[in-house]
């Protein structure tokens, strides 16, 4: 059974950063095609952020592109999403999301097989 699961949403004011933290068992996301999703009420779920395995390259959709950064840290099997200059769109249900194979272009929500719960994040006008 797999464990996935988010943590460091909140309440953030505009311009303010938050990091948010992703941690499994029965998963290595150093061994996986990992990626951060959000979803605003009313509105379908949307990857923002993703690490390709092996290259380690990322990607971004373009609204994040130069304010988020999706890092990992192999050894603590922990994977980041760090957010700066937040702005009130941003308000969303966060989710880590992994895949053991393909590549983050392309990829879908039912591409990852393994999800968390989410962590909110609320950023005020």
């Known amino acids: 059974q797999v464990q996935v699961v988010e943590s460091g949403g909140g309440l953030a004011l505009t311009g303010g950063s938050l990091r948010l933290s992703c941690t499994a068992s029965?998963?290595?996301?150093?061994?996986?095609?990992t990626g951060w999703y959000r979803q605003a009420p009313g509105k379908e779920r949307e990857g923002i952020a993703c690490?390709?395995?092996?290259?380690?390259?990322?990607t971004y959709v373009d609204s994040v592109k130069g304010r988020f950064t999706i890092s990992r840290d192999n050894p603590k099997n922990i994977l980041y999403l760090q957010m700066n200059s937040l702005k009130p769109e941003d308000t969303a249900m966060y989710y880590c999301?992994?895949?053991?194979?393909?590549?983050?272009?392309?990829?879908?929500?039912?591409?990852?097989?393994?999800w968390g719960q989410g962590t909110q994040v609320t950023v005020s006008s």
């Open positions: 029965g998963l290595i996301f150093g061994s996986s095609v």
């Open positions: 690490l390709d395995w092996p290259s380690g390259i990322a």
């Open positions: 999301a992994a895949r053991p194979y393909g590549r983050c272009a392309g990829s879908s929500v039912a591409d990852f097989g393994s």
